[in-house]
């Protein structure tokens, strides 16, 4: 899936694939230049996009509904007692001193929370989550990801009760979180320009990563504490609220309110958890893996610690689809569609299909809808088989960024909207194939099914590797062991048939002919809702489309105009990135082999692979990536590396880039990238 193309803005940057935008010798040198790449990007996102001092931000939380007694009581109790008092006062005087860091303050601030969250109110209760440091460790989303993962977590996050003395390293245990700067210089609101400060968008980086590694999560809500000042920030897939900014001591009921909200009186939709999502847990998930077995299904999938999740399409549809294993595909965008894919076991019937997640702009077609286009079925595209706009339980309101804020405009390209589509065959990771030849007949499939596509007039405009499948089945039909999935941001435009019936003629024979029928083809380029023009996932888009984005980003920044109109996304364009998904593919499928056995040459040679697959792909800004594209880069790797890859992949791959260095005079077609192909798959045969 892509991850971020499809945002509500123009052109956003944030990708899925976390890994540095340079990669010096020193492993935290190469984390910090991917935190610089990210957060460049969503700086860029944010611009336009941030509502300051909204009020809307203190009632989601409800803080005016924190019972008084309990703020008076919590400022009485502070005040008897001499370390918050202390506390209180060394806040103070860091706040003060220009020369501190916001890590001397940690130990106070801790001092502070747990007073908070573990003073009773009148009905005995107190907080159901509590803040711990986080500041100190690598909060993860899959431990599969740890080897090229940023490091990135905010100074506190808050976890359940029962987990405060082992918190774990999972994003997906965290509700909240806390960011936290020494000095009152560094509050988000700039009065100057319209650039977001740096606290803005180091929040808006924990934001994306707490809405990746928590499924199904539809917004994030963080406190900011700057010196002696505080507010809060909602950020949602159409930007970020932040709250008024408090003195914490001055205003130090609404500091009490706050804390209180987000520790125990707001419950885990309040926080951001999908209401039509639930997680099956004791007895109904030890019922539900019986069941299963049960029914001849296995259970392998379903890893020991890892969450199984109840998914619906909410309002009043009954039917429900249950998880099976870990996520296929994990966005790590925020302002982007946030996909999220995983294969589902259907409640009632336990069919097995995939579950794509995502969120579209108001100002687009809905994936579903797209689907419904295409005539016949091809065995490498792959089969629609339900789908919708996700509603509020119960209700026909549909969950948007619109909805959750309680206004703005439905059909406007600002509002994100909750989708879900199920689609069927199941498939698995290209990277995951067992042999080069599994994996270049997938591709073909796809690549055939994406030329079915073409001679129907939708073009798909996102091929990744996230969109590319190999069919599950161990002995698939020949031309169906790949497919091509995930339709949201084709573009339709087939021509309209209309038929036409006139009245009575009269021929110059003196006969007479009525209900005269005559068929008109009127091309329309608005059957779909198609948003920008440029779309794709940025390391596998076409080169030509990265230098135009690229373009427009640096006049972006600059706060000038680009005078020339953006290139259209054509077929040649997403031939090309079937080639970058190709390379990336192959690349990633060596990675993955089991170390153990290697030899120590053979080991310094993984290692250079390792690297140069994160130089080609693991960048996120276009100007890098296109500077990766030219030379012999991203080409070199089956020379560098020949023990990894076989000769005919060797020659595909550079018939391949003779084919790409002519592309401006012959665009890649479908029938050279296509017979290139066949050529590999008979050798390797």
């Not at 803080?63 to 008076?72: A, I, L, P, T, Y």
């Not at 109110?121 to 986080?134: E, H, L, N, V």
Request: net charge neutral; aromatic share 8%.
């Amino acid at each position: 899936m892509s991850d971020s193309i499809i945002s509500p803005r123009k052109y956003p940057v944030s990708q899925h694939f976390s890994s540095m935008d340079s990669i010096p010798k020193d492993c935290e040198a190469g984390h910090a230049a991917h935190t610089n790449s990210s957060r460049s990007a969503i700086e860029i996102d944010l611009k336009g996009n941030i509502d300051w001092d909204d009020p809307s931000v203190f009632v989601h939380l409800g803080v005016s509904n924190v019972d008084c007694d309990f703020v008076v009581h919590a400022k009485t109790s502070f005040e008897q007692d001499d370390r918050l008092k202390l506390a209180r006062s060394e806040l103070k005087r860091i706040a003060a001193d220009a020369s501190k860091q916001e890590t001397a303050m940690y130990p106070h601030l801790s001092r502070i929370f747990k007073f908070l969250e573990r003073l009773q109110d009148k009905f005995g209760k107190t907080a159901r989550i509590r803040f711990c440091q986080s500041s100190n460790m690598q909060l993860i989303i899959e431990n599969s990801d740890s080897w090229d993962y940023p490091r990135n977590k905010p100074d506190f996050s808050a976890v359940l009760v029962e987990m405060i003395k082992n918190p774990g390293n999972r994003w997906r245990d965290r509700h909240s979180w806390c960011e936290v700067k020494a000095h009152a210089s560094a509050r988000p609101k700039a009065y100057r320009n319209d650039d977001p400060k740096s606290i803005v968008i180091q929040a808006a980086d924990y934001a994306r990563l707490h809405m990746s590694g928590c499924p199904f999560q539809l917004f994030s809500v963080g406190l900011l504490i700057y010196g002696d000042e505080f507010c809060v920030g909602i950020y949602d897939r159409a930007g970020v609220r932040f709250s008024p900014s408090h003195n914490i001591w001055d205003d130090f009921d609404t500091f009490i309110r706050v804390v209180r909200c987000i520790t125990t009186n707001m419950m885990p939709e309040q926080l951001g958890q999908d209401p039509t999502v639930t997680t099956v847990t004791g007895i109904e998930h030890d019922q539900w893996l019986a069941k299963v077995q049960e029914n001849g299904i296995s259970i392998e999938e379903y890893v020991p610690g890892e969450p199984v999740y109840e998914v619906s399409l909410g309002g009043t549809d009954s039917r429900r689809w249950v998880t099976v294993g870990t996520p296929i595909w994990v966005s790590l965008s925020l302002f982007g569609r946030g996909t999220l894919v995983w294969r589902v076991l259907n409640k009632v019937t336990l069919d097995l299909g995939v579950l794509k997640n995502a969120w579209h702009s108001g100002a687009r077609t809905p994936e579903s809808e797209i689907y419904k286009f295409i005539e016949g079925e091809h065995p490498g595209v792959a089969r629609f088989v339900d789908g919708a706009d996700v509603k509020f339980p119960g209700t026909e309101l549909i969950i948007s960024t619109v909805s959750l804020r309680g206004r703005g405009d439905e059909d406007s390209a600002n509002n994100a909207i909750l989708h879900r589509v199920f689609i069927f065959p199941v498939g698995r990771s290209l990277y995951k194939a067992r042999s080069e030849l599994e994996l270049l007949k997938g591709i073909r499939a796809a690549l055939r099914g994406h030329e079915f596509l073409c001679s129907q007039y939708i073009l798909h405009r996102d091929i990744s590797v996230g969109n590319i499948m190999l069919l599950s089945e161990d002995s698939p039909p020949a031309g169906a062991e790949g497919f091509l999935m995930d339709l949201e941001l084709a573009r339709y435009s087939a021509p309209t048939v209309e038929i036409r019936t006139s009245g009575p003629v009269r021929l110059p024979t003196g006969r007479v002919l009525t209900d005269i029928q005559a068929k008109h083809s009127r091309w329309d380029a608005d059957l779909t809702k198609r948003g920008a023009p440029m779309t794709g996932t940025l390391q596998f888009m076409a080169v030509e489309l990265l230098q135009t984005m690229a373009r427009d980003l640096r006049a972006a920044k600059r706060n000038r105009k680009h005078t020339k109109p953006p290139i259209e996304h054509r077929t040649h364009h997403d031939i090309e990135s079937f080639v970058w998904v190709l390379i990336y593919s192959l690349i990633r499928r060596v990675l993955r082999v089991d170390r153990l056995n290697m030899t120590d040459e053979e080991k310094a040679l993984m290692e250079d692979l390792q690297d140069s697959f994160t130089q080609y792909f693991g960048r996120s800004n276009p100007s890098a990536i296109v500077a990766q594209r030219w030379g012999d880069n991203p080409w070199d790797f089956v020379h560098l590396h020949d023990s990894f890859f076989t000769d005919p992949i060797r020659d595909l791959i550079n018939t391949l880039d003779r084919q790409f260095r002519v592309k401006k005079e012959e665009p890649f077609t479908h029938a050279a990238v296509l017979s290139a192909l066949d050529v590999a798959i008979r050798r390797l045969s």
